[in-house]
T-cell receptor, first 111, second 115 residues
């Protein structure tokens, strides 16, 4: 079936280190969205990327959408303990009407 | 108001019980979703309603029965569940569905345990 692969599955960093998670799709995406889920919480929308090669920034977070619209990344600069959680990418396959979620990357931080 | 509310927060039910999960939003969204999430897994789509009509059913067993009484409410009726149905059930809404990018707003979820 249609899948969005996300790596790594887990990432443990020291506070202040950078963090990156990657998503790859076997098919072209109309757009990709990123969500964050804190431990015990629910997914919260962070951002969506629509255009080929798009780059968006939110403070310490940088989101990229690949030129072929098949991959995306989220980079966090200088992690803080508030960044702890699971980050999901979710792609809208072209022609489809539902999001396909990646497996998520669980970020833990050593203060 | 950008909130999706869900009740109850926690539910424990036996395999012979009938219960319902409720979801409500007042953002004027016309698409509403039910997801199931197991621990350390991504949300798994179950149903999508668009303009109060069932648009997508991801081959969910009939022991789960969705209902959309109006544009603000979404219910999930549960009957004869199995222990493996224990999970976090998330409701979400978005402005619409379609090929345009509409972000989804998730509720806090109902933690369901089937005994």
């Amino acid at each position: 079936g249609q899948q969005v692969m996300q790596i790594p599955q887990y990432q443990h960093v020291q506070e202040g280190e950078d963090f990156t998670t990657y998503c790859n799709s076997s098919t072209t995406l109309s757009n990709i969205q990123w969500y964050k889920q804190r431990p015990g919480g629910h997914p919260v929308f962070l951002i969506q990327l629509v255009k080929s090669g798009e780059v968006k920034k939110q403070k310490r977070l940088t989101f990229q959408f690949g030129e072929a619209k098949k991959n995306s990344s989220l980079h966090i600069t200088a992690t803080q303990t508030t960044d702890v959680g699971t980050y999901f990418c979710a792609g809208l396959i072209q022609g489809a009407q539902k999001l396909v979620f990646g497996q998520g990357t669980r970020l833990t931080i050593n203060p | 108001d950008t909130e999706v509310t869900q009740t109850p927060k926690h539910l424990v039910m036996g395999m012979t019980n009938k219960k319902s999960l409720k979801c409500e939003q007042h953002m004027g969204h016309r698409a509403m979703y039910w997801y199931k999430q197991k621990a350390k897994k991504p949300p798994e789509l179950m149903f999508v309603y668009s303009y109060e009509k069932l648009s997508i059913n991801e081959s969910v067993p009939s022991r789960f029965s969705p209902e959309c009484p109006n544009s603000s409410l979404l219910n999930l009726h549960l009957h004869a569940l199995q222990p493996e149905d224990s999970a976090l059930y998330l409701c979400a809404s978005s402005l619409r569905i379609g090929t345009d990018p509409y972000e989804q707003y998730f509720g806090p979820g109902t933690r369901l345990t089937v005994t």
